[in-house]
């Protein structure tokens, strides 16, 4: 089952990126997850008894004035209603209730999803209590205190978030058709479901900005997740292009297999290598499309020269799986969901025990692990807990000594036995003493 996804909701200044910083436990508002890729960081993975849900931050954008201000926020909240779970309203004490609070908590209201009125900067309980109580005045329910610099009032507040995640995603948990998101600047849905029977009409998405179809292909079902339009630009400022990365995350985070699609003419923009870098964090299959190919001037180096750009700019997910297609002429489009399915296939792929510590065995052979100040390294032991993404646990003496390479080394090994390709791999290194048993 999918993270439920909770949107921090706001008008500026009033502490949204303290808020989701604090939860997430570190400030992430940008940070250099791999080689060649910076991305704004408006999504976070937060546990809170036992319970999981990715948490978005709208915040970051100032309007120069109260018109803009006020369409700041609707298109902030239509994202919120959009794409969220449950909508965490941030407001201020200190400024206490303005207009543009009153017309974004109707448009929450009316949206009938989960809202949790959160007052923010209430350093003092005991002074600012009575002014907490103002905010009853927007009408959707009981506003929560909170400091989100001091980290005071998260307890009270969290279980009334996670109070709204038992009705989540019952419908989805228990589909088991594959799902497929389609993200990226053209979409190719349209061409896929005219080439296809469609098993039902289109089914709008009513907690998300985007359309699930069902379709059928080579005698098997699939959910399309269309996320047309995810990379509109906004009408109100050029920066709220960001929020579109939002709406993405949802998608990925519904998704079994993500195939990216982009535009053959442009290559590879950084919005692409984003989009890769959600689904590669979330372990999530992957297909990179590359389409218009019709229209690229060709010779025999052409497919190996994209390839290559592909693999450089995307270096932290060299697994993924690369077709090129013309959804305008159908150019391969019949080999996709071929692709697909073999994708599907390696995310659900389980290896035995036993070959397992053969392979890394005959690894450890070939290449001693490493050693510092006179430990070694040893592997006892390594096993397979999970699928979707493929997830390995490897025992040690001393998993400080555990370097990455030596985990991507052994990673490489497995591939080269198993492939898995178009999927990540997931490794968690434990400790063992020797003498356990």
């Known amino acids: 089952m999918s993270r439920p996804i909770v949107a921090i909701v706001g008008r500026p ?26 991305r704004d960081r408006i999504y976070a993975d937060v546990t809170w008894l036992n319970n999981q849900f990715t948490m978005i931050d709208t915040g970051g954008i100032e309007p120069d004035s109260k018109d803009e201000m006020l369409s700041y926020m609707r298109a902030q909240a239509q ?24 017309k974004v908590a109707d448009m929450l209201r009316r949206s009938t999803k989960p809202v949790v009125l959160v007052v923010n900067k209430v350093d003092s309980f005991e002074k600012l209590l009575p002014d907490v109580y103002e905010f009853y005045n927007l009408g959707i329910g009981e506003p929560f ?40 600047k053209s979409s190719i849905v349209n061409k896929l ?22 379709i059928r292909r080579n005698g098997k079902e699939y959910i399309l997740i269309d996320t047309a339009g995810l990379r509109r630009k906004s009408k109100i400022k050029e920066e709220l292009e960001r ?51 019709d229209l690229i001037e060709k010779n025999n180096k ?3 020269e994209y390839t290559n750009d592909i693999k450089e700019v995307l270096a932290f997910m060299s697994y993924a799986e690369i077709i090129f297609i013309s959804a305008e002429t159908g150019q391969r489009m019949h080999k996709l969901f071929e692709v697909i399915e073999v994708v599907i296939q390696n995310q659900n792929l389980r290896v035995s025990t036993g070959v397992l510590n053969e392979i890394m065995m005959e690894a450890t052979a070939l290449q001693q692990p490493p050693s510092d100040k006179g430990k070694r390294l040893k592997l006892y032991y390594i096993t397979q807990v999970s699928v979707k993404p493929p997830t390995f646990v490897i025992f040690v003496n001393d998993k400080e000594l555990m370097h990455f390479s030596y985990t991507r080394y052994i990673e490489n090994k497995i591939r080269e036995a198993f492939g898995f390709s178009g999927t990540s791999l997931k490794f968690f290194i434990r400790e063992r003493k020797e003498n356990d048993k």
């Open 13 to 38: 200044n009033v502490g949204k990126s303290t808020l989701f910083n604090s939860l997430a436990g570190e400030r992430i508002s940008i940070v250099k997850d791999y080689p060649g890729v910076t």
């Open 79 to 102: 994202i919120a209603i959009d794409t969220a779970d449950v909508i965490v309203f941030l407001v201020d004490v200190r400024q206490g209730l303005v207009d543009s609070d009153f």
């Open 145 to 184: 205190p909170i400091s989100a610099s001091g980290k005071l009032g998260f307890g009270e507040m969290l279980d009334e978030v996670v109070k709204h995640f038992t009705s989540g995603n019952t419908e989805e948990s228990t589909d088991e058709r594959p799902r497929i998101a389609i993200v990226g």
């Open 193 to 214: 479901v005219g080439e296809t029977r469609v098993i039902v009409s289109n089914i709008a998405g009513t907690t998300r900005d985007a359309i699930d179809t069902p």
């Open 243 to 293: 929020f579109s990365i939002i709406r993405t995350v949802s998608a990925v985070e519904r998704a079994d297999v993500v195939v990216l699609v982009i535009d053959a003419i442009e290559g590879i923009t950084e919005q692409d290598a984003k989009i890769a870098g959600i689904a590669h964090d979330r372990g999530k299959g992957i297909v990179i499309v590359v389409n218009k190919w």
């Open 302 to 304: 052409t497919v190996n």
